[in-house]
Structure formats: structure tokens, C-alpha cells
């Protein structure tokens, strides 16, 4: 997983790749990060989404480009966009 920081608007962005294990877990971690506290300490993710469909949405670590798409949702006091590229934008809500 790796992080980046879109200044303009505060915006974080992490690539999935599908090889660091699953998509909610890379989620969790950055959403974690950012919030400077333990994964343990949040809420859990399927209060806000279901995860295992969140998991097989997009296999990115895949031959074949998945399908063009997006989910947005808000999960640990962020705005959550997940692009079928991997990319996950992350924006602090207020």
C-alpha cells in the first residue's frame, strides 16, 4: 500500500494492488493512519458497507482491467471513493 497526500484539499489517496491482502483491510489501515489511531479503535467497516462485496468488487490483482467504476461511502469520520483502479481517495469529513 502506498499513501499520498493531495494538498489542495486535503484529499490521501492509497493503491490497492491485490497482492497486500484485501481491499477492505488496505481501507481500514490508511483510514487508521490518517486518523493517527489503531484499526482496533474504529468502527467496524461492516457497520458502513458490506465488506465481502467490497472485496470482490474489483480484482485488481487480476490479468484482465476490471470494469470501469466507483463506490463512494463514508467510513471512520472520512469520505471514502474506491476506484476500480485500486485507488482509494480518502477526505476528512468535518
Known amino acids: 500500500m502506498s499513501t499520498a497526500t493531495t494538498d489542495p484539499e ?18 481500514v489501515d490508511a483510514v487508521a493512519a490518517l486518523a493517527d489511531t489503531d484499526p482496533e479503535d474504529l468502527p467496524p467497516l461492516d457497520s458502513r458497507i458490506n465488506v465481502a462485496a467490497l472485496d470482490g ?5 487480476g490479468d484482465e482491467r476490471p470494469p470501469d467504476g466507483c463506490l463512494t461511502f463514508t467510513y471512520g469520520g472520512f469520505a471514502v471513493v474506491v476506484r476500480s483502479t485500486g485507488t482509494v481517495f480518502l477526505r476528512e469529513t468535518e
Open 57 to 61: 468488487l474489483w480484482n485488481t490483482a
Open 10 to 27: 486535503r484529499i490521501h489517496h492509497v493503491h490497492h494492488d491485490g497482492t497486500d491482502g484485501p481491499l477492505s483491510d488496505t481501507l
